[in-house]
């Protein structure tokens, strides 16, 4: 980039960041995701350094006078937040609260070790402390002779709001510090850490706002930050909130002279500072990395939110040597676990055909990365929801990855540029084939009605084939289409007995990889019945009904001439699942394709209709099993006959509870569904635990 306009987009990244900062910082309401706005930081950082002289560095100020955060120039790369709401008084730190550098990947964390040991000219390993990064709300507590006198956020990292009355509501800082047991107590200190609220303390405060008609917090955070930023505190105090303490700033006299960041951990647990559990020593980077992917796995079982964890040099000593630059610790860093959200705009939509012709609206976005991966399409699934969202071609839009894998837009942000314009509108026509489309009644979804549109067969064959399915190696999308545009094949019935040389003569492929498509289509002709029945691709008929339905009737012939009544008498199939069965099983097209394959020498592996001691039985699984793995609970489930669902309904028999359940207990509790302890389980399904190592156990 050019010297000019690199200047100007530095100007311009500095009032972004500074709105934005003021936004999430003391309005408690941002206006991008994190990753947005770590993506516009980082941006400035990089042209900060290449354009720009090195800014100041300071040494590490322990001197109380020192306020270098507040100095230097006004780009919010200096600066560690926004200036307090007025509504509070000021109160400035003793000691500057810094803010952490991030990393966003493994390569990150090394560079941040090679460069500690590169500065302290070292070939050795660097010891360190590790710890969860607490998603909630910094904070500074001033303790005077061992009496809690005040407290404050960070606010600008110099000055922060006081907070004090608010924070004396919180039951877990102390207002006398303990001395039994630990180092003297100074005469003054402030110590650091993160005020949150549990997830399940968050979920019960929103259900009673929801009851009580108020507006549900959006997230754990902004809970915290809401009930912090109280003027009345006794409103505080009926908030869940809780600490976590993981630093200290200004001391005097300083105790002990702590040689380690583990030894001051130690202490401010004895002075009586909730210190969190997961805090461990790390010999060298290596640890540091697996603790990093333990806590990427193991994010979802705690019952408070992190955003990542955090590396710190142990050795006071080191972490005096090495300093800081203005805006963060060189001794210490931030390891962000990936976003699962991100800002970006939506480029085009383009229409989707499903398989049963259901129109779908696809958003292609600017590529940006989410949890990890690149990210450019998301479903609009709808009218309905293109409406709701007042979704236009151009929008800025906050992209979410949901669990792991589906993207979605979350919501529009910024004044949209059509704003005033009517939101996207599903044409008409079909884009493939040119029929109307239709919209049924009482259905969400648009419609082309025209059985053959190729792209409605094209789906079929791909569900066709597809792992769930008929599980054929080496046939992907693009061959399917190739096969489809030659006219070598019309439904899935014909990829049987296709010539060598007739599928080797497409383009791109040879007679080997044609042989090895036509061995693998071979190799499959007797799949399970419950694979066959899902790869025929009958409406509502996932994978889950499929193999209810295997088991239950046995073979293709008893569900092909099952009534609706007698599919009714099955547990998990309603009166839409089984209208769809017998609707396909009706469809003359539909029998001559089945016969057709049959006639290939296409036979599903039939048996007889299983029934055991759990036969028809319906259950759902929810927290951890000490005893086995939810896998072999499912297993021992199916093989006696019952099934396992993900959600708890009315059909449910019965819930089984393991350690930290989730909110399926709570539903069964409300649907008087009866919940099992894993004992009570083991006895209903006749199975004893030998515990291995550990809380793994193995089942007998
Ligand atoms: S140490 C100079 N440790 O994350 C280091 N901070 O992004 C001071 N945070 O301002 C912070 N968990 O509010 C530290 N275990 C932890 C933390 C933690 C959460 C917050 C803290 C800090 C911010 C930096």
Redesign the pocket.
């Known amino acids: 980039m050019e010297e000019q306009a690199a200047l100007k987009r530095i100007e311009e990244l500095r009032d972004l960041i500074n709105h934005h900062n003021r936004r999430y910082y003391q309005l408690d309401d941002p206006e991008i995701s994190d990753s947005g706005y770590d993506g516009l930081m980082r941006e400035l950082i990089e042209l900060e350094a290449q354009f720009q002289p090195p800014i100041a560095q300071f040494q590490p100020p322990v001197d109380v006078n020192i306020y270098p955060i507040a100095s230097d120039t006004a780009s919010p790369t200096q600066t560690?937040g926004a200036a307090p709401l007025e509504k509070f008084n000021t109160l400035p730190h003793l000691s500057p609260?810094?803010?952490?550098a991030n990393a966003f990947s493994e390569e990150e964390i090394l560079a941040f070790d090679e460069r500690i040991r590169r500065l302290l000219g070292t070939q050795g390993d660097v010891s360190y402390v590790v710890?969860?990064?607490?998603d909630?709300?910094?904070v500074n507590l001033v303790y005077e002779k061992g009496i809690f006198r005040s407290g404050s956020t960070?606010g600008d990292g110099a000055v922060g709001e006081d907070i004090t009355q608010n924070l004396k509501t919180i039951r877990a800082i102390p207002l006398k510090m303990s001395s039994a047991g630990a180092p003297p107590i100074p005469d003054l200190i402030e110590i650091?850490g993160?005020v949150y609220i549990g997830t399940d303390a968050f979920r019960e405060l929103n259900r009673q706002r929801v009851a009580d008609g108020d507006n549900p917090f959006a997230n754990p955070r902004n809970a915290a930050a809401g009930s912090l930023r109280q003027l009345d505190s006794r409103v505080t105090a009926k908030r869940p909130l809780a600490i976590f303490c993981?630093?200290m700033g200004f001391v005097d006299p300083d105790p002990s002279g702590f040689q380690t960041h583990w030894e001051l951990l130690q202490a401010l647990a004895g002075w009586g500072f909730p210190v969190?559990t997961h805090i461990r020593r790390a010999e060298n980077i290596g640890e540091c990395i697996a603790y990093y992917r333990e806590m990427t796995d193991r994010r979802e079982e705690l019952p408070y939110e992190i955003d990542g964890t955090?590396i710190?040099v142990d050795s006071t000593n080191i972490r005096d040597r090495l300093g800081a630059v203005s805006r963060?610790?060189r001794w210490?860093i931030?390891c962000k676990f990936a976003a699962t959200q991100a800002t970006t705009t939506i480029e085009d939509i383009i229409i989707q055909v499903g398989r049963t012709g259901v129109l779908t609206p696809v958003a292609q976005m600017k590529p940006v990365r989410v949890a990890g991966v690149m990210v450019s399409r998301a479903t609009l699934h709808n009218q309905d929801e293109i409406d709701k969202k007042n979704i236009h071609i151009g929008d800025t839009v906050i992209v979410q990855r949901a669990g792991d894998v589906i993207p979605e837009i979350v919501k529009t942000v910024g004044p949209s540029a059509k704003s005033g314009e009517r939101p996207f509108r599903i044409p008409d026509t079909c884009p493939v084939c040119g029929s109307r489309i239709v919209r049924l009644e009482g259905e969400a979804a648009h419609r082309c009605i025209n059985l053959d549109c190729p792209a409605q067969i094209r789906e079929n064959i791909k569900h066709f084939v597809s792992r769930g399915g008929m599980d054929i190696e080496g046939l992907g999308e693009k061959l399917i289409a190739q096969m489809l545009d030659s006219g070598i094949v019309r439904d899935p019935a014909d990829l049987y007995g296709l010539p060598v040389e007739t599928l080797a003569g497409l383009e791109r492929m040879g007679t080997k990889s044609a042989g090895n498509i036509l061995a693998s289509l071979e190799r499959t002709k007797t799949p399970p019945l419950d694979k066959f029945i899902f790869a025929l691709g009958i409406r509502h008929t996932g994978e889950h009904v499929s193999k209810i339905l295997a088991r239950r009737f046995g073979t293709l012939d008893a569900i092909m001439n099952a009534g609706e009544e007698e599919l009714l008498a099955v547990k998990e199939v309603g009166p839409e699942i089984a209208g769809s069965i017998t609707t396909f099983f009706r469809e003359p097209s539909n029998l001559r394709t089945i016969e057709r394959l049959r006639e290939a020498g296409v036979n599903p592996v039939e048996g007889s209709a299983v029934s055991g001691s759990l036969s028809g039985k319906s259950f759902v699984l929810t927290g951890t099993l000490e005893g086995f793995s939810r896998n072999s609970a499912k297993e021992i489930i199916e093989s006696l006959g019952g099934m396992v669902s993900s959600s708890v309904t009315k059909k449910t028999d019965y819930v089984v509870a393991g350690v930290s359940p989730g909110s399926k207990l709570e539903k069964a509790g409300q649907l008087g569904i009866p919940v099992l302890d894993e004992e009570a389980f083991l006895e209903i399904t006749g199975h004893s635990v030998e515990p291995e190592k550990g809380n793994q156990g193995r089942l007998l």
């Open positions: 560690v609260m810094l803010s952490l710890e969860p990064k607490l909630g709300i910094g960070r650091r993160e993981y630093a969190n955090v710190k963060s610790p210490a931030a």
